[in-house]
Nanobody, 125 residues
Framework: QVQLVESGGGLVQPGGSLRLSCAAS????????IGWFRQAPGKEREGVSS????????YYADSVQGRFTIYRDNSKNMVYLQMNSLKPEDTGVYYC??????????????????WGQGTQVTVDS
């Protein structure tokens, strides 16, 4: 079993940047696909990005393509989400998630087995 803890959220102005971190413990991260999800008030949790454990690629939702970058440091058991050119619609609680299943897409909530507690991101002027 793997435990996940997110950090790095906060308040940022539109056009700004944040880097979210996801620290994993309990198991080596290299065997897991890692996803980042977000949930805005009153909305369902949606997939934002994933780092594959199958083909080594990264995947992004259309809404963040070109603005967000996911990358991992398996030696530190860490995964990061670099978010640039932030928009008010990026506001929400951001979660990292993990699965041993082979993933080659962002995936849905049901496809991930382990979740962190979330970190709040607010984009507002």
């Amino acid at each position: 079993q793997v435990q996940l803890v997110e950090s790095g959220g906060g308040l940022v102005q539109p056009g700004g940047s944040l880097r979210l971190s996801c620290a994993a413990s309990g198991r080596p991260l290299d065997r897991y696909a890692i996803g980042w999800f977000r949930q805005a008030p009153g909305k369902e949790r949606e997939g934002v990005s994933s780092s594959s454990n199958s083909d080594g690629n990264s995947y992004y939702a259309d809404s963040v393509q070109g603005r967000f970058t996911i990358y991992r440091d398996n030696s530190k058991n860490m995964v990061y989400l670099q978010m640039n050119s932030l928009k008010p619609e990026d506001t929400g609680v951001y979660y990292c998630a993990a699965t041993r299943a082979l993933m080659e897409h962002v995936g849905s909530v049901d496809e991930y087995d382990y979740w962190g507690q979330g970190t709040q991101v607010t984009v507002d002027s």
